[in-house]
């Protein structure tokens, strides 16, 4: 992650939010894909990006 912490509470939520922003770009780049590379119909790409939502809402 490359930064230095000397409170943990600050270290965790700031790793969490580092770690949520990746997890995001890599949702973001996997629906791009199945949409444009491998042409999922419309509704099979909305249901793999609310699915893959859940999961990082969890």
């Not at 270290?11 to 922003?21: D, G, H």
């Not at 997890?23 to 996997?30: K, V």
């Not at 894909?33 to 609310?50: C, Q």
Request: proline share 0%.
């Amino acid at each position: 992650m490359g930064f230095i912490c000397t409170d943990n509470n600050y270290c965790l939520i700031r790793y969490l939010e580092v770690l949520y922003k990746q997890l995001r770009a890599a949702i973001d780049e996997f629906v791009l894909n199945i949409e444009i590379e491998k042409n999922y119909s419309d509704n099979t790409v909305l249901s793999y990006e609310y699915d893959l939502q859940l999961f990082l809402a969890f």
